[in-house]
């Protein structure tokens, strides 16, 4: 079921009427069975997956907690990571590996194909592993208390505002919330309803709007000049944050009507000074996902700056993967991991060279250069992630780039309006990170906030792109 | 607050939006494919009034014409003039790129009324195989917001709604049934793209060539040529029909079939069909397909798909003036076969 759906618009006002006149008891299953049906919506046999990640590691989790032998406790955890990365690798996985691997026996004379499984991937499969991944691995360091209540640890699985495309979640910050709810107040009706209508915004408006021209050029990149080539790449690092941001405000709000606390997943990402900072602020659950269990386990910054970033390379490389089973986004995480490398290297010499002198400069317009030499370089990197193939990526750098012959044709003038879009989106973030103007907007009357919302709703429903797109995230 | 201004925007485009005449009063569906609701209800039972409903594509449409040069309004011309002591309505039903769920949906909507003749004049491509798996939203027209309406949504039968009666879809339908803001951003946009050619396609619906609402207002500026690369391949089972062509057909012959009172003649309409094309094959199957349903189901059925001269057409489907005069006549002939003018 997609957000932007008018089943959504039906689906969600009644579980939140059934949830508000329900007893406390009863809200816990209640949100499991409307979590089942809108995971269960369109290919009900997927949630039999779901409910197998849920019993998996409920168990798992149920006996680390009885289990003292820390030999016996590590194999416990790998049948978490097994049970959960096996069910990720076969339905993700198993064909791009195949596949692969016969390309490259071909390459070394073994004739033969990869019978190919072709199942539809299971929508939000990368989401819920890591989320229950992160139970398991939790319980595993003491960090929280193994959950008994099988219904609670379920919610905490498939609690659906954030089931199919995040944020990933923490036990330790989500289960507490959903064994004890927290009365509902009108604050978070108000806080809900605003991140909801804020997030249909952002993806019906502008996100579905930049992938008009997002499209239509990564269609046939050649048809076009270079100029109209860059301006779509760029607007797709508009459109995917849009469209990411867009459904994570929405996930964010419909959990606040029910009264939890879900974390944020961006912090004005286009702004970002650096490589590093980039993924400080975008897609924040994943990369602290991978921060906290793949990074800092292999040495983290511990080990030197060598070594940190050698590990920073793979975590991305390995997050690359995690987007896809394609070589084109194989190509992106290690596009990014190149990036994280270099990165690492300037900000060591750097350090070492302004050792006693002023620190760096992290904010206002003295950053700009900065900010936007870091948003060229994700421009370039989306084209990884947007391509069909990488055959799609390279024509679209080769006409970036001039190294092939673009079209003759002047740049088209609507290319020029889709610049100024991006252009407003980029200076939104901007100003928000850098120049410290203050949250001013949560200053003014309450009227004036609701009269301000109210009309950005009536606008999403004037202004929508006229045909109904799914979130870009589904398909991780 | 939100809900004042929805309430705000419902007024605003109650009031905007123009009033759609019914098909008594008007020879065509003035908007071309919006506002089928209104306009299919204007059939009214009267003493000295005979009605025939005309249920057809864009042949019968006549989007290249004014509506009174169409072959319906040449009809009704042909009927009162015929019988000047009955007044004939004809109701032009036709939708520019029918499918057969509108086919449906129209039948079901007649079962609530009292047509004295109706005329199915269909053509392969109306029921192209790969309609099947497809939802309301595939419909050129609005008149899926009938769904909408549970006693015609209880006609159509079952396994109509299992195929096409994907939840998302008709849930989309009812709310722009009743609320209109919800119409309104189509109509803006049309508006907008025909007094700036292009700007629909470009910033509204990348994959809609034609406008939900055809108003006829003057053009300012050049068309926004947005530059498209050239298609690549012609997609050749598109207007494919099949087995699941045969399912459908038989459908709206079963739901014509129930139509009680009115005479029936179902037609296959003319066309201009070179012996060297592709769509020969689709053709032929759908001929025979509706002549053997049309003995199974005891329906009047008419082969006219070599009935008008080639040459007086404007491509493979659409009649030029004399064609249109032509299928009138015929069709007049056919049923006031003792008239004379």
Known sequence: MLFNSFTFAVFLPAVLLLFYVSPHRWRRALLVLASYVFYCWETPVYGLLLLASTLLDYTVGRLLERTPGPVRRRVLLCCSLAGNLGMLGFFKYADFFGESMYGLGGLFGFEGTWDAYGFILPVGISFYTFQTISYSIQVYRRQVSAEHDFLTFALYVSFFPQLVAGPIERASHLLPQLK??????????????????????????????????????????????????????????????????????????????????????????????????????????????FRDYVFTPLGGFRKGGARAAMNGALVLMLCGLWHGAEWHFVMWGSYHAGLMICYYLIRTTRRRLRSGRNKAITTGFRVLPWVLLTLWLNTISGVFFRASSMDNAWNMLKVMFGISNAAPAAVEWYAWLFLIFIGGLFAADFIRAHLNVGSWWGRVPWFVRSLGYALLAGLTVLGAVSSESPYIYFQF | MVLLVFLALNIAAALILPHVPGSDTAARNPFRFRGFPEYVSGIRAGADDSNLVLLSNSQAYAGEYRARDGYPALLSQLMNRSEPEKRWRVHNWSVDGITSMEYMLMAAELSSTVPDVVVASIGYADFKGRNRGEGFSHCRSDLPRLSGRPPVAMRLPREFWRRHGKVEDTLAFVARDRFPMFRLPEFAWSWLDQVYPGTQPLLYAPSLYFHPWELDLKRKGGKVGISRPPPKEDDPDYYAYDENSTEMLEEFFLALKDLEGARLIVIACPGNHHPTSRHLPHLERFLADARALADRHDVSYLDWSDALPRKDFRDSLHFNRKNHRRYAERLWNELTPDSTL
């Open chain 1, 180 to 289: 004890k709810w927290n009365p509902v107040t009108a604050d978070d009706i108000r806080y809900g309803l605003e991140r909801i209508i804020t997030g249909l915004f952002m993806k019906l408006v502008i996100a579905d709007r930049l992938a008009i021209l997002v499209d239509l050029v990564f269609a046939d990149p050649g048809h076009y000049p270079a100029l109209t080539v860059w301006i779509a790449a760029l607007c797709f690092s508009g459109q995917i944050y849009m469209d990411f941001a867009g459904y994570a405000a929405i996930a964010i709000g419909t959990a606040r009507l029910f009264g939890v606390r879900i974390v944020e997943n961006f912090n004005c990402p286009m702004a970002a000074r650096s490589v590093g900072d980039f993924w400080a602020r975008w897609h924040i659950t994943l990369t602290s996902w």
